[in-house]
């Protein structure tokens, strides 16, 4: 049973690409081989000043890479983080893409 | 005729907050204005790293002001903006709120 979970959640964590703050081309190329695996949809996340990256990465693939790549939803949010006693808020994006 | 569709064109523009390198309070207020004004859509479009800004003031105004605003859509997209003859691909997002 735990077993089965475990799987089903590292299923799911694989075709998410956390996007942060390296070169944008990196996570168009994890994205890509997401797709190339056999993936039929993929989970662009990120927040704070990676939003933009992850729109551009989002851009990059269906425009440049794969055209039949359609974006299914967007999703924003945000998420309280404590850094050394202080909250503070950050929003966070979701892009789902699928072919 | 003419002057039908220009009010309708100013209308549209009304309801639309275009984000910009300004701090996200003053993109707060102006979409608060909005509905206040009695819009039951505002409209956040904002292009390249102003991206991140618009998501925050989404998530500032339905968290801290107006708790019964939602977000209807969120589309990207990307524009072609050309400087000094090179040609510059940049993100672009358009986020619907609604009450």
Redesign the interface.
Known sequence: MSTNEERKSSKTQENVVLIGQKPVMNYVTAALVQFNGGSSEVILKAR??A??RA??T???LR?RFLKDVK?KK?????ETITIDNQTK?V???E?VLSK
């Open positions: 704070g000043k939003i933009t729109v551009d989002a851009e990059i425009n974006v967007v999703e924003i949010g945000s808020n929003s966070t994006v892009i």
